[in-house]
């Protein structure tokens, strides 16, 4: 069973930046497959960014060059790094764990997941 907790949103105007973190619980942290979701109000779930065990990122064309995420196996945690935000970027974001799975943009490939956290871009 993993636990994951998310903090660092906010609101925060276009153009400007935030980083997420997500702590999670457990001893093998470093041998999941770790993802960051969104979904803003009255959409669906979207993929954003996703790391598996080693190292290797995948990101969504739409945050591409602005977004990054980052690993720290020894503080159990990843974050993801959000620059030039956009209001469209608006949306709760959520961290999610695997240790298994194929397609790495797939939500219901993720078993574990945080309770989310808010980031409002205003114009």
């Known amino acids: 069973q993993v636990q994951l907790v998310e903090s660092g949103g906010g609101l925060v105007q276009a153009g400007g930046s935030l980083r997420l973190s997500c702590a999670a619980s457990?001893?093998?942290?470093?041998?999941?497959?770790m993802g960051w979701f969104r979904q803003a109000p009255g959409k669906e779930r979207e993929f954003v960014v996703g790391?598996?065990?080693?190292?290797?990122?995948y990101y969504a064309d739409s945050v591409k060059g602005r977004f990054t995420i980052s690993r720290d196996n020894t503080k159990n945690t990843v974050y993801l790094q959000m620059n030039s935000l956009k209001p469209e970027d608006t949306a709760d974001y959520y961290c999610?764990?695997?240790?298994?799975?194929?397609?790495?943009?797939?939500?219901?490939?993720?078993?574990?997941w945080g309770q989310g956290t808010q980031v409002t871009v205003s114009s």
């Open positions: 457990g001893r093998t942290f470093s041998s999941y497959t």
């Open positions: 999610a764990a695997r240790n298994s799975g194929t397609i790495i943009t797939d939500a219901r490939s993720y078993p574990y």
């Open positions: 790391a598996w065990s080693s190292g290797n990122t």
